[in-house]
């Protein structure tokens, strides 16, 4: 995959220029200083033709010689007596070696900002910027390491190098944290409290037959169609099988639920609830599913469907056939109208039934322990997310979070089937659009086919209605403008970001503490993982949600969907999440190349302290997203 370049040359003369362009520099306050540009000739200032023109003067004895000019050049007065003419032209060699000097030290600094710039090209210089961040917290650090994120690996362009300056040097102001940063409203939010493991109603026989469920796509949407599977398999009184997961070409991942989940204790803790076995008894076995017409794909059924749906079609199939195979079963349950007991079960099922083997939890705890630094205090979430390994925290007796232990994660969802899927377009120009069209030709021929078919909202469209992902310049820039400083330490959740490591350059220069799981384990502590991505998002997952605080960039994503109603449910109203409204942000993004700094600030503070408002959960909304509701948590008076 071709590297994307951040920073395009017209945005870069708006904000910072180097060689070739010349140099200059931004105030902290956004305006431009006095500078000296290439493109502006010595000549402009005097120093080509008054040089040139002085040298062949000098060099011919005419009697023409040109005092008035001289005098302008020296800053003296022409002389009016041949005798004072030896003087003149002595003091006049000494100047004219001085000028022959400082040109010659103009031209060996634009030779040596030449090389600087021909390093940067060709180094890693990623890697280079974090480790001088890391040396020194001066502002100058921050302002030299800006101009390194300027000049990028092609064709990866922005339209934001003004905006990116402007944050390089708020935050090297060092300034103090806003307040309620790392909070959400406590009163209202701590008022709910998780009671969906409540049950009173008696198990269910799975009488009625047997339900077979093949979940497609990654981690996230398996995890919602295993829940669903749950709440089917009792509304229709039915034994389910313990759920298999289908090999994607986008996923690449052969796990199964016994991989990811433990299996045991699924079985056991829904056990009052339905009845779940490993698998169909032998006289099942032999049936040609397909052939007797108990294959139920999502073309089947529509998205969303209703309790109803599935006592009028479904269960007459299963009566009949006595076993039914979903297969996909992405988002297939409605969750409006459902029964208050049905709803709970969802609940139950993501909240405390899935929960992830031995071997994801080990890997989870190094990975929160070493985010927090080592220090000693376990999160609130950690014991329903890694199980006993939490247990490798000392336990401290204080009960306030320790300020050096928090940390943000943000889960930047920009890879390339995401950004594929959303039909925007990036800043990679022509090469951009053909590798992200024969992508989807390949893993979306359904969507090249809608493309080709029907006139479709053209990318400018799409993005002034907040319907593509953040690039991670908007990402950085909306973290910069809410007030998070330079030192946070930040965990950076998401596969192959689009675009490579450069495509990350402005968010690890002015967020050198950023990390992913792979920095944090070691190699052959993460080597168990690898080729399984479904494996690696539980750890993402794991890291995202016991994080102080939790960034999302696009709404849609399953992963960031899931993590915030983790953090709901269990966070007793101290663990804040930050869901950008995208469609405010486009509009704010937009101005990017008028708007100042502290009117971008106020904007992107104002839009995401929108979303953080405390609310019951909408109604047909996600209860795994929207677990505030009286289904699954319950309102204290």
């Known amino acids: 995959m071709s590297s994307t370049n951040d920073f395009s040359d017209s945005d870069l003369r708006t904000s910072i220029s180097l060689p070739e362009t010349g140099i200059s520099d931004t105030s902290e306050s956004g305006s431009r200083q006095p500078s000296i540009s290439a493109s502006s000739s010595f000549r402009d200032f005097g120093f080509g033709s008054a040089s040139t023109r002085l040298h062949n003067l000098y060099r011919s004895n005419s009697s023409q010689f040109d005092y008035s000019f001289l005098a302008f050049l020296t800053g003296g007065n022409s002389p009016s007596k041949k005798g004072k003419q030896g003087v003149k032209r002595?003091?006049?060699?000494?100047?004219?070696?001085?000028?022959i000097v400082l040109i010659g030290l103009v031209g060996l600094f634009f030779v040596m900002n030449w090389w600087m710039l021909y390093r940067l090209n060709?180094?890693?210089?990623?890697?280079?910027?974090?480790?001088?961040?890391?040396?020194?917290?001066?502002?100058?650090?921050?302002?030299?390491?800006?101009?390194?994120?300027?000049?990028?690996?092609?064709?990866?362009k922005t339209a934001y190098g003004r905006l990116l300056a402007m944050a390089a040097h708020a935050l090297a102001e060092n300034k103090p944290e806003p307040k309620g940063?790392?909070?959400?409203?406590?009163?209202?939010?701590?008022?709910?409290?998780p009671c969906a493991d409540q049950r009173d109603w008696e198990p269910n026989e799975g009488k009625n037959g047997y339900i077979m469920v093949t979940a497609n796509g990654g981690l996230n949407q398996q995890r919602v169609a295993v829940c669903n599977a749950v709440a089917v398999a009792r509304l229709l009184n039915s034994t389910l099988i313990v759920p298999k997961f289908m090999y994607s070409s986008v996923w690449t991942d052969l796990s199964q639920f016994s991989d990811i989940y433990q299996e045991e204790h699924f079985v056991n803790y829904l056990k009052p609830d339905i009845r779940i076995v490993k698998e169909l008894p032998e006289d099942l076995q032999s049936l040609d599913l397909e052939a007797i017409g108990s294959v139920i794909t999502d073309e089947d059924i529509m998205k969303e469907a209703k309790p109803s749906f599935y006592r009028k079609y479904i269960n007459p199939i299963l009566l009949k056939n006595r076993v039914v195979h979903f297969i996909g079963f992405g988002n297939r349950l409605a969750f409006d109208p459902i029964p208050f007991h049905l709803q709970r079960l969802r609940c139950r099922c993501?909240?405390?039934?899935?929960?992830?083997?031995?071997?994801?939890?080990?890997?989870?705890?190094?990975?929160?322990?070493?985010?927090?630094?080592?220090?000693?205090?376990?999160?609130?979430?950690?014991?329903?997310?890694?199980?006993?390994f939490a247990k490798m925290y000392r336990k401290n007796k204080r009960d306030r979070d320790v300020k050096g232990a928090r940390y943000l994660a943000l889960h930047l969802r920009f890879?390339?089937?995401?950004?594929?899927?959303?039909?925007?377009?990036?800043?990679?120009?022509?090469?951009?659009?053909?590798?992200?069209?024969?992508?989807?030709?390949?893993?979306?021929?359904?969507?090249?086919v809608l493309k080709k078919t029907k006139k479709l909202p053209s990318p400018a469209a799409l993005r002034a209605e907040g319907?593509?992902?953040?690039?991670?310049?908007?990402?950085?820039l909306m973290l910069a403008a809410l007030g998070f400083n330079r030192?946070?330490?930040?965990?950076?959740?998401?596969?192959?970001?689009?675009?490579?490591?450069?495509?990350?350059?402005?968010?690890?220069s002015l967020y050198p503490n950023l990390v992913t799981k792979e920095d944090l384990l070691s190699p052959s502590e993460i080597e168990p993982f690898r080729n399984f991505s479904s494996q690696l998002a539980a750890l993402d997952f794991i890291g995202c949600t016991a994080a102080s605080a939790f960034a999302m960039t696009d709404s849609g994503s399953q992963l960031s969907a899931l993590v915030s109603g983790y953090r709901m449910y269990y966070g007793g109203g101290k663990m804040p999440t930050i869901r950008p409204n995208k469609r405010r942000l486009a509009g704010i993004f937009l101005k990017n190349s008028t708007i100042e700094w502290k009117v971008f600030e106020q904007r992107v503070r104002k839009a995401v302290r929108q979303t953080k408002q405390i609310h019951s959960r909408p109604t047909a909304r996600s209860i795994y997203r929207h677990p505030r509701c009286k289904e699954c948590m319950c309102l204290l008076e």
């Open 122 to 156: 060709h180094t890693g210089f990623g890697t280079e910027i974090r480790a001088s961040m890391k040396s020194s917290n001066s502002s100058m650090i921050l302002k030299e390491d800006l101009k390194k994120i300027v000049k990028l690996r092609k064709p990866q």
């Open 350 to 388: 993501d909240f405390y039934a899935l929960q992830f083997v031995p071997k994801i939890q080990e890997a989870g705890a190094l990975i929160l322990q070493r985010m927090r630094q080592g220090l000693p205090q376990p999160g609130r979430l950690d014991q329903y997310l890694v199980g006993p």
């Open 467 to 476: 319907l593509c992902p953040l690039a991670p310049e908007e990402a950085v």
């Open 415 to 448: 890879e390339i089937d995401m950004v594929a899927h959303s039909l925007c377009e990036f800043g990679g120009g022509e090469e951009e659009r053909r590798e992200l069209e024969a992508y989807r030709e390949i893993h979306f021929p359904a969507l090249t």
């Open 90 to 99: 002595k003091g006049l060699r000494k100047r004219y070696k001085g000028l």
């Open 487 to 508: 030192k946070t330490h930040m965990y950076l959740a998401g596969a192959q970001i689009y675009g490579g490591r450069s495509r990350l350059a402005s968010l690890s």
């Open 181 to 193: 940063l790392w909070e959400e409203p406590f009163d209202l939010a701590s008022s709910w409290k």
